[in-house]
């Protein structure tokens, strides 16, 4: 099992940037897909990014590309989301998750239900 806990969230200004951090406890990260998921008020969770175990290839939703970065230091066993030119839109509270299996479609890494570790989420507020 891991345990994840999210910082690093706050309020921020459109066009600002944040770095969302999420430690990782318990088995080491390297074992683990890593995902970051967000959910703003009123709406359904949505995928950010993804990253492989070690870090080769990474993954996003089209509505952060180019904006955001993610990314993972298996040995401190963190992942980070740095986040630029941040939008109203953006407003959510961001989860970071870890998911193993055997195989991973291309599909799966922007799929939920694939992740079997979830942190309690952080803030991040972007004000127009």
């Known amino acids: 099992q891991v345990q994840l806990v999210e910082s690093g969230g706050g309020l921020v200004q459109a066009g600002g940037s944040l770095r969302l951090s999420c430690a990782a406890s318990?088995?080491?990260?390297?074992?683990?897909?890593m995902a970051w998921f967000r959910q703003a008020p009123g709406k359904e969770q949505e995928f950010v990014a993804a990253i492989t175990e070690s870090g080769q290839s990474t993954y996003y939703a089209d509505s952060v590309k180019g904006r955001f970065t993610i990314s993972r230091d298996n040995a401190e066993s963190t992942l980070t989301l740095q986040m630029n030119s941040l939008k109203s839109n953006d407003t959510a509270v961001y989860c970071c998750a870890a998911g193993q299996h055997a195989y991973w479609l291309v599909s799966y890494f922007s799929t939920a239900a694939m992740y079997n570790y979830w942190g309690q989420g952080t803030q991040v507020t972007v004000s127009s």
């Open positions: 318990g088995r080491a990260l390297s074992y683990y897909i």
